[in-house]
């Protein structure tokens, strides 16, 4: 799941939905209050790094901090297909 800066809380809540979770159980797995986790998914809320990091690993989610002259790269890659022919990502091309 790619998230572009200031959509935190969006990809949160998506993926709390692809996995079936409540706010509530969410909370409750992380020690935080419902209403916390509702605030940091309406981006009412600003957290911290350490905070963001195990909101996304309870999701199991991992958080990537990429050169943004590497996104595009890392976004194509991303979204590679089975059938999509792509050369190798090494040297000066990656």
Request: charge should be negative.
């Amino acid at each position: 799941m790619e998230v572009l800066a200031g959509t935190l809380g969006q990809a949160l809540k998506r993926r709390r939905h692809e996995l079936g979770l409540t706010q509530a159980a969410l909370g409750r797995r992380l020690g935080m209050t419902q209403s916390y986790i509702a605030a940091v998914e309406r981006g009412d809320r600003e957290t911290r790094w350490s905070t963001a990091l195990e909101l996304a690993r309870a999701l199991e989610l991992e958080i990537m901090l990429v050169p943004r002259e590497r996104v595009q790269a890392v976004d194509a890659t991303l979204h590679l297909g089975i059938d999509d022919d792509a050369p190798p990502l090494t040297g000066d091309r990656w």
